[in-house]
Nanobody, 115 residues
Framework: MQVVESGGGLVQPGGSLRLSCAASGFTASDNLMQWFRQVPGNEREPVVGLDSMNSMLHYKGFTGGRFTVSRDNAKNTVYLQMNSLTTEDTAVYYC?????????WGKGTRVAVSS
């Protein structure tokens, strides 16, 4: 079982970016899928999640609607849509799959917001 993130890169302030989390070895739609991020020097923090009932979970500090999560069941992929990005959103973004008693982390994708 694994998840692989992609889609990171350099974006200007105010811009948008969509990250992908491709799941393999399990069905993403059957499990809670979460996005985390880690700013250099800080702890990894949860951003948003999507459960098996297709309910979006927003975590503390990310309730303003700039970050949304969606899923493509045919591609077994979860997406993180990020809008109105600021320099403070520069971080490594990770996908986490909660599969019964197991958690599967991806290796992350780096997002840099800079002019």
């Amino acid at each position: 079982m694994q998840v692989v993130e992609s889609g990171g890169g350099l974006v200007q302030p105010g811009g948008s970016l969509r990250l992908s989390c491709a799941a393999s070895g399990f069905t993403a739609s059957d499990n809670l899928m979460q996005w985390f991020r880690q700013v250099p020097g800080n702890e990894r923090e949860p951003v948003v999640g999507l459960d098996s009932m297709n309910s979006m979970l927003h975590y503390k500090g990310f309730t303003g609607g700039r970050f949304t999560v969606s899923r493509d069941n045919a591609k077994n992929t979860v997406y993180l849509q990020m809008n109105s990005l600021t320099t403070e959103d520069t971080a490594v973004y990770y996908c986490l799959a909660n599969i019964r008693s197991t958690v599967v982390w991806g290796k992350g994708t780096r997002v840099a917001v800079s002019s």
